[in-house]
Nanobody, 114 residues
Framework: VQLQASGGGLVQPGGSLRLSCAAS????????QNWYRQTPGKQRELVAT???????NYADSVKGRFTISRDNAKNTVYLQMNSLKPEDTAVYYC?????????WGKGTQVTVSS
């Protein structure tokens, strides 16, 4: 199983980006699908979660600005990021947590700067 994240880049403050995370291979008994982010010298931070039942949760810092969604037919999870701020600058990682293990994709860099 591989997770491929894409969609990062450089955007001005107030702009938008949509990250995608495509899973190749079969993953069973998925609990949660998550997006994390990390900046140098800091711990990885949970940004957004979508559960197997479709419920969503967000870090307080991104509530109202970010939206997590998925397309099961495409085995893809998305993170729509609006009203981006410089403090959103980070490497973003997708994660799939099952009952037995956790899968991680390579990160995609998001830089918010004028």
């Amino acid at each position: 199983v591989q997770l491929q994240a894409s969609g990062g880049g450089l955007v001005q403050p107030g702009g938008s980006l949509r990250l995608s995370c495509a899973a190749s291979g079969s993953i069973f008994q998925i609990n949660d699908q998550n997006w994390y982010r990390q900046t140098p010298g800091k711990q990885r931070e949970l940004v957004a979660t979508i559960t197997s039942g479709g419920s969503t949760n967000y870090a307080d810092s991104v509530k109202g600005r970010f939206t997590i969604s998925r397309d099961n037919a495409k085995n893809t999870v998305y993170l729509q990021m609006n009203s981006l701020k410089p403090e959103d600058t980070a490497v973003y990682y997708c994660n799939i947590a099952t009952v037995s293990r956790s899968y991680w994709g390579k990160g995609t860099q998001v830089t918010v700067s004028s």
